[in-house]
C-alpha cells in the first residue's frame, strides 16, 4: 500500500507536547520533503537535503528520529520527571504523537523516489521498527539514571553567561588512571555515592599540594558513575553568585549533581568570599538533595592572609580572622591530598609503568624517578605521570 505523504506531513505538523522538534534540522527537511509538490529537480532537492541533514547525524533515520524525541526537552517530560500527573487529555496527546512518530521513522527511500522522474542515483537511508510510546515509556522510567534534554547527551556542563551549556570534550580521566591517594579517594566516592543513592551528601573540600589529584579525582567520580545519573556543573569563582540561579534551575531535576569549584582561594578582601559562605551555611532556597558542592584548593583554610592583615585598623580583627578561617569549616567532608612521601611516590610511578608497558629495573627507575622529581617540582602524582610521559616519548624516540 502506497505511503499517504501528505496525510504524515499533516501528523508532523500537527505535534503539540513534540512541537519543539520541529526546530530540528533534519525533521526540518524531512517536513519540507514530505510537503514538496514541485517538479522533478524541486523534488531530488528536497530528497537530497533531507539525506543531506541525516547524514550528519546518522544513516538510520528510525533511530535518530527516536533519540530527538527521547532528548526533547518539553513540558511533559519535565513534569513527569518531577513525579507529577498530567491530564488523560495530555496523555492521549502523547500516546498518539509518538505513534505518529513511529509511523514517519519508518519512511524508506522508496516512498518518495517513486514519485521522482529520475533513473539516476538518489542516496538512501535505513530504517528500524520501533516502538515509539514503548521506548518514551522507558525513558520515564529511567529518568532519573538517563535525564532529558542536554542532560541525557553529555555529563559535564560550565557557565557561559548564566546559561548551563555541555561540555562537548571533557576529560577523559578513569578512577583506574589513578594510582596513590586511595584512602583520599574512597571518602569523595563514597560521599557521591550518597549522593546518587539519595541519601544526605556532604558539600566537600579537597585540598593539599598541587599535582596530587584533587581535580582528577573529581573528574574521574563524574566519568565513572555518569551511567548512573551523575553530572557535573563546573563554575569559576567569578562565577560563585550565580550558583543560586544554578540550584534553581536543577533542583527539580532527576538527575544528582555536582557543582564543582576548582582551585578556589581568596584574598582577604574578596567579594566572592562572602557568595560562598552562604552558599554553604543555607540561604533562603535550601540546596537541593540532588546537589553537592564540591571544591579543590591548594589550601586547608582557603583565604590567603598577609601580615599586613594580622596588624590591620580593624576593631574586631580577630572575629574577621576567625570567619576567614572558619570558612573551610563549612564543607561537612574535607579530604586532605598531602605531597607523597617518597615510597608513595615510588609506588605510584611503578604503577604508572606497568599500565604503559614500561618495563625497566626497578631501581633504576627509582633512581631516575627521585632525580626527575627533585630536578623538578617535587614529588606529586602529576610529577610522576610527566616522568613516565618523558620514558615514553624516549622510548618512542629509540625505535
Known amino acids: 500500500m502506497k505511503t499517504d505523504l501528505k496525510e504524515l506531513c499533516c501528523k508532523l505538523n ?17 517536513s519540507e520533503l514530505l510537503s514538496c509538490e514541485g517538479g522533478t529537480i524541486e523534488k531530488i532537492g528536497c530528497y537530497s537535503s533531507f539525506v543531506s541533514a541525516l547524514y550528519q547525524h546518522s544513516e538510520n533515520l528510525s533511530r ?12 511533559y517530560i519535565v513534569n513527569r520527571a518531577q513525579g507529577k500527573k498530567l491530564g488523560n487529555t495530555i496523555d492521549e496527546c502523547v500516546k498518539n504523537e509518538l505513534k505518529a512518530l513511529g509511523q514517519i521513522a519508518k519512511l524508506k527511500p522508496a516512498d518518495f523516489t517513486a514519485d ?22 522507558q525513558r520515564i522510567k529511567n529518568i532519573s539514571r538517563e535525564g532529558y534534554g542536554m542532560y541525557s547527551n553529555h555529563h559535564v556542563f560550565m557557565l557561559s553567561g548564566r546559561e548551563i551549556i555541555p561540555v562537548l570534550h571533557p576529560d577523559p580521566v578513569s578512577l583506574s588512571e589513578l594510582y596513590g591517594y586511595e584512602f583520599q579517594r574512597e571518602q569523595v566516592i563514597g560521599n557521591t555515592l550518597a549522593l546518587i543513592a539519595g541519601r544526605p551528601a556532604q558539600n566537600t573540600l579537597l585540598y593539599g599540594d598541587a599535582g596530587t589529584g584533587k581535580s582528577s579525582t573529581v573528574k574521574a567520580i563524574v566519568n565513572e558513575y555518569s551511567d548512573r545519573g551523575l553530572r557535573l556543573i563546573e563554575v569559576t569563582k567569578d562565577q560563585l553568585r550565580d550558583i543560586p540561579f544554578i540550584m534553581e534551575k536543577i533542583s527539580h531535576n532527576p538527575l544528582k549533581f555536582i557543582i564543582f569549584i576548582d582551585d578556589l582561594s581568596f584574598t582577604s578582601d574578596d567579594s566572592c568570599f562572602g557568595a560562598l559562605k552562604a552558599m554553604l551555611e543555607g540561604t533562603v532556597s535550601a540546596k537541593s538533595d540532588n546537589i553537592a558542592i564540591y571544591a579543590t584548593s591548594n589550601r586547608r583554610h582557603l583565604v590567603k592572609e598577609s601580615f599586613a592583615d594580622r ?14 578561617i572558619s570558612l573551610s569549616s563549612r564543607f561537612g567532608l574535607s579530604v586532605n591530598f598531602g605531597r607523597p612521601e617518597k615510597k608513595e611516590y615510588l609506588n605510584i610511578v611503578t604503577q604508572l609503568a606497568k599500565k604503559n608497558g614500561i618495563y625497566v629495573d626497578g631501581q633504576q627507575l627509582s633512581i631516575e ?8 617540582k617535587g614529588r606529586s602524582a602529576r610529577t610522576a605521570k610527566q616522568f ?8 618512542a624516540e629509540e625505535k
Request: no cysteine.
Open 116 to 137: 521522482i522522474d529520475y533513473k539516476g542515483f538518489l542516496p538512501k537511508w535505513h530504517t528500524d521498527d520501533l516502538d515509539f510510546n514503548k521506548e518514551y515509556a
Open 311 to 324: 596588624t590591620g585598623d580593624d576593631v574586631h580583627r580577630n572575629d574577621t580572622m576567625q570567619e576567614q
Open 64 to 75: 535518530y528520529l527516536l533519540k530527538v524525541v527521547l532528548d526533547d526537552e518539553n513540558f
Open 369 to 376: 624517578a627521585e632525580a626527575f622529581a627533585l630536578a623538578g
Open 14 to 30: 500537527s505535534l503539540a507536547v513534540f512541537r519543539g522538534i520541529l526546530q530540528n534540522s533534519v525533521v526540518k527537511a524531512l
Open 388 to 395: 613516565i610521559n618523558q620514558l615514553i616519548n624516549e622510548s
